[in-house]
């Protein structure tokens, strides 16, 4: 990696992809930030002279290609992709539609899909880059009332986890980052969190304590933004990239007990599983 790199940024007009962009910057780096709506993105980040804001949604492969052709002809080179951009979808799996699970899972598994599939190329012809993509502790621990937004990250971390080793001989490291609660946007209603269309009265009282729980929880959570944005830079400038971080107290020990869980399950049933091969 060199001392100084180009950061491609996705969904940097809001919530951590700003904190991202700024601390990138801070630390000396070029950055391309990328968001819907390329003014909006610069307006967030505030001017610098190494800081080029580009449209770009996701979740149409087009675009991806675009907004990486601008970065190159910008910059030269890419070195640092971060897959950032994601919304929730929240609401118990038989309230939420089949259109807004699909709609879930466009842009949170689709979406980084597309921008990796478009800067691949890039980082192979270099022989050299970093692929880091936020995920969740959600992307680990499923939980009720996440379905939808748990099975996209949980794709999101089983696509990483195998792409890694596809592309670590052409130099290329990779890095899932899984925070806890952050005090971003990602609960701000009609912004990053879109409730379920369906009404289901077995589901209604949950719900309602969900939705309370959600709301009172906005501007509240433990986590640090810009620590977390400190992190990551602190983390790709050190040039060897964890396989995993796992960000914050909360999340730490949400994943451990999951971690001990599943152990124990295995150990229940231990002699059962090891019954299973065939007879010789």
């Given at each position: 990696?060199?001392?100084?790199?180009?950061?491609?940024?996705?969904?940097?007009?809001?919530?951590?992809?700003?904190?991202?962009?700024?601390?990138?910057?801070?630390?000396?780096?070029?950055?391309?930030?990328?968001?819907r709506?390329?003014?909006?993105?610069?307006?967030?980040?505030?001017?610098?002279?190494n800081?080029?804001?580009?449209?770009?949604?996701?979740?149409?492969?087009?675009?991806?290609?675009?907004?990486?052709?601008?970065?190159?002809?910008?910059?030269?080179?890419?070195?640092v992709?971060?897959?950032?951009?994601?919304?929730?979808?929240?609401?118990?799996?038989?309230?939420?539609?089949?259109?807004?699970?699909?709609?879930?899972?466009?842009?949170?598994?689709?979406?980084?899909l597309?921008?990796?599939?478009?800067?691949?190329?890039?980082?192979?012809?270099?022989?050299?880059?970093?692929?880091?993509?936020?995920?969740?502790?959600?992307?680990?621990?499923?939980g009720?009332?996440?379905?939808?937004?748990?099975?996209?990250?949980?794709?999101?971390?089983?696509?990483?986890?195998?792409?890694?080793?596809?592309?670590?001989?052409?130099?290329?490291?990779?890095?899932?980052?899984?925070?806890?609660?952050?005090?971003t946007?990602?609960?701000?209603?009609?912004?990053?969190?879109?409730?379920?269309d369906?009404?289901?009265?077995?589901?209604?009282?949950?719900?309602?304590?969900?939705?309370?729980?959600?709301?009172?929880?906005?501007?509240?959570?433990?986590?640090?933004?810009?620590?977390?944005?400190?992190?990551?830079?602190?983390?790709?400038?050190?040039?060897?990239?964890?396989?995993?971080?796992?960000?914050?107290?909360d999340?730490m020990?949400?994943?451990?007990?999951?971690?001990?869980?599943?152990?124990?399950?295995?150990?229940?049933?231990?002699?059962?599983?090891?019954?299973?091969?065939?007879?010789?």
């Amino acid at each position: 990696m060199a001392e100084k790199n180009v950061w491609f940024i996705t969904g940097a007009s809001r919530g951590m992809g700003i904190d991202i962009a700024q601390a990138a910057l801070a630390a000396g780096h070029s950055v391309v930030a990328t968001g819907r709506n390329a003014a909006r993105v610069g307006t967030a980040i505030g001017e610098h002279e190494n800081l080029l804001s580009v449209a770009l949604d996701v979740t149409d492969a087009g675009a991806a290609e675009t907004a990486v052709k601008a970065a190159v002809d910008r910059f030269g080179r890419i070195d640092v992709l971060v897959n950032n951009a994601g919304n929730f979808y929240a609401g118990h799996f038989e309230t939420l539609s089949p259109e807004q699970v699909r709609a879930q899972m466009e842009t949170n598994f689709f979406g980084p899909l597309n921008v990796t599939r478009a800067v691949l190329p890039v980082l192979r012809a270099q022989r050299s880059g970093q692929i880091i993509t936020i995920t969740s502790t959600a992307g680990f621990v499923g939980g009720p009332a996440t379905s939808a937004y748990a099975a996209s990250k949980f794709a999101l971390e089983g696509w990483m986890e195998s792409l890694t080793g596809e592309i670590a001989p052409f130099g290329i490291s990779t890095m899932t980052v899984e925070p806890g609660f952050f005090r971003t946007e990602l609960l701000v209603e009609g912004s990053s969190t879109i409730w379920a269309d369906l009404q289901l009265e077995d589901y209604a009282e949950n719900a309602s304590h969900t939705v309370q729980a959600f709301r009172s929880m906005n501007g509240q959570q433990p986590g640090d933004p810009a620590k977390l944005a400190g992190a990551l830079v602190t983390l790709s400038d050190g040039g060897s990239l964890p396989g995993r971080f796992v960000a914050g107290a909360d999340a730490m020990e949400a994943i451990e007990q999951k971690q001990a869980a599943v152990q124990q399950q295995i150990e229940a049933n231990r002699a059962l599983s090891a019954s299973l091969s065939h007879d010789s």
